[in-house]
DNA sequence: ACCCCAAAAATAATCGATTAGCGTTCCGGC
DNA sequence: GCCGGAACGCTAATCGATTATTTTTGGGGT
């Protein structure tokens, strides 16, 4: 009983050497991107059974890794009430927006301050990268939010502290999820795209920390503004939906539904 | 299939809904507890079989509770490499330390700033409480932590961030653990606990956050420092032992092993 | 009609047996 | 003696059956 890797759609950022060789990391991984990258709704009803049927693999595999993107917080439990998608809320992204702020300046800062020949080498190549990404329009999905998550998490990593790169991580992901839960995300790419420039520019070549993170703040703050305004108005959109507050049996999205084996 | 409460150890700062009704989720946070309060030294290798010997409980029960703690970070694994207690390390407890005060002065800020009566009262509360148990001699072992933990906590709690908060209480729990490997903590308790007055009076009383942090960064570097004097004094003492890769086996400390049922 | 309780159905949790993978040892070739 | 690889033992991973718990359903009773 083999995985194939190339069935397990790529995972930015992940676990360092985390490579995935046993069934259950590969369930938690799909898992884990499915609801990251918006292809499991939020407050989801996630059954253990039905998850099994699904990778075909056994409960416990799928307990378990249910179990752990529940500690992470990704899913919600508690004993006996099985597992859900974490829900979203507005309140919920404007708080995470503001906690990335005050900590990627503060990293940002730092790295500004200590960050040598090789962290400005890595921070232009990431940011190349994303610029050939972005004229590329053919750079599918989740490829495009990779070199995006690289450039920013290249630029903080001369901060030299581990635990607050883990948080900002951690932050990071979860702010993802509300920008590709959003279909209208590649509608502000436009303006996003000429900041990063700024900010590769002030934060490497001008070494300016405090314009640095001015620019990073408000890219930050921009972005989200830009995706509560699309949730709102297509919030506005469908009026005539009461507030059912049960949903319909929802389906794994098509990635995370595909079959895991090779047997 | 009871479990009897009483014979679970209380653990502080849990989950806040989190009651444990499954066995899952008692050798969870017994585990949790055993290795946060220093009961498992760092480095051991928790073999499934083993624990779930200890707690009488399957396999699979034990698993998950595993996997729970090694996403928490608290247990590091690789797949089909088995469990090991997380390692700690100077570096590790002075980027803790040091990341905590950048994000407990913020917070500090924020909730002095944003503070109202009730942010007061439950202050006050908590600082009246930890004087009260620091002054009772007999407060026993994890009663003492909760205490100070809940002070802490209840300090920053009016700033309104739910990220910060928990990013908060990951980091202070984690350095509660350095704490609490350090037997000669009590020695500096005495300096401490004028700290705490202090900045009790700066943020509540005089509401002055240059000052209430200030006293809030010197206390939290102060504690480091006496941490990592003490286990440098503990290294010197040792000097024979040489730096041997593999510990010999080590059990569950008291607390961790006692029977999970009441069979 | 509404509410409360009991039985039934659904599904979460637990279990121990089974299978697979890693690490080590032991053997033979160099 | 030293190296490489097959065989073994230990433990991690997986499985599906079993048990416990919650949720739903279906009747009374008010």
Known sequence: M????????????????GSTKSLTSAVYHILRGSIL??????????????VATQFRVSLSAVREALARLATEGLLVTADHRGFRVAAVSKE???DLTQTRIDLETLALRRA????????????????????????????????????????????????????LLRTLTMLFERAERYRLLSVTYSKIRGEVEHEHEELYKA???ERDADKACEILAKHTRLTTEALLEASERRAAGRTAKP???RKPPQRLAKTAARS???R
Do not use: N
Not at 37 to 50: A, D, F, N, Q, R
Not at 115 to 122: A, H, L, N, Y
């Open 2 to 17: 083999k995985i194939d890797p190339t069935e397990l759609p790529q995972l930015p950022m992940q676990t360092v050497g």
């Open 37 to 50: 990258y918006g292809h499991l709704e939020p407050e989801t009803k996630l059954t253990v059974s039905h």
């Open 92 to 94: 919920d992204l404007l």
């Open 112 to 163: 500004i301050e200590k960050g040598d020949k090789s962290w400005e080498d890595r921070v232009r190549e990431a940011f190349e990268a994303l610029q050939s990404a972005e004229r590329t329009a053919r750079s599918l999905g989740q490829r495009r939010y990779m070199v995006h998550a690289e450039f920013h998490m290249a630029l903080v990593e001369a901060c030299g502290s581990p635990w």
């Open 203 to 205: 934060a490497v070549l």
């Open 243 to 245: 507030p059912s507050v």
């Open 260 to 262: 895991l084996r090779t």
